[in-house]
């Protein structure tokens, strides 16, 4: 239980960390890279205390798939926190459990309880839901960058700071940047993004489920 906590608390860390980078403006890759060369060399050091650099052909196989499903489950998370946000983005990702669960159910006969095949049935119902968002209440009154506060002149174009018939100045409010979410591409975009990590961090989990039940549990640390 308490690694279970620990990973959870893990994960959700890095993806806030993930998320604050992002709201600076820092770039994404190399955060990743700096990600993947940590866990190298904690990986590395696991295995000299092991004291053996032994690895099977199938042990080689899972780790490979695994580290690729893993990086390329980086690329997704960080378009999928701009297009879905991060509670979708981190929730696919811990839904993705029911991929190794199937398998383990059909092919190491590990059956679940009641209560988690209740479990497994709604995590498989969110899943849908996960990739849908609600559409914008304003759409009528959004513009390409510039919203305007004063209703439509007929006639032509009148320049900023020229008054109005009433006297008025109209003003000009940037307050609201349609992002690359809005307009409607961002949903089928999403929805893809969403279903593609779910597939990718599925067979991750896979991947490592695998070698627990095929692979000698000592060559772990390779």
């Known amino acids: 239980m308490l690694f279970l906590i620990l990973h959870i608390i893990l994960i959700s860390g890095f993806g806030l960390f993930l998320k604050d980078a992002k709201n600076r403006g820092h770039r994404m ?3 990743g890279f ?4 940590t866990a190298l060399l904690i990986s590395g050091w696991s295995a000299a205390q092991a004291g053996s650099f032994e690895s099977t052909r199938l042990t080689f196989a899972f780790g490979v798939t695994n580290g690729v499903a893993y990086a390329f489950g980086f690329v997704l ?3 999928g926190m701009r297009l879905s946000g991060i509670v979708v983005t981190i929730a696919v990702v811990r839904l993705s459990l029911v991929v190794p669960i199937v398998f383990a159910i059909l092919f190491w006969n590990e059956i679940p309880n009641v209560w988690q095949t209740v479990g497994i049935l709604l995590a498989c119902c969110a899943l849908p839901l996960l990739g849908t968002k609600s559409p914008p209440s304003d759409v009528g009154k959004k513009t390409r960058g510039v919203s305007l506060t004063f209703p439509p002149q007929q006639g032509r174009v009148r320049k900023r700071g020229e008054k109005l018939s009433n006297g008025q100045i109209p003003t000009f409010s940037r307050s609201h940047v349609p992002t690359f ?3 409607g591409v961002g949903h089928g975009l999403g929805f893809l993004v969403v279903a593609f990590l779910f597939i990718n961090s599925g067979v991750s989990r896979l991947a490592m489920k695998a070698f627990n039940e095929m692979c000698p549990i000592e060559q772990k640390p390779m």
């Open 29 to 31: 890759n190399p955060i």
């Open 34 to 37: 700096m990600n993947y060369l």
């Open 181 to 183: 979410r809005e307009g």
């Open 77 to 79: 998370v960080t378009l």
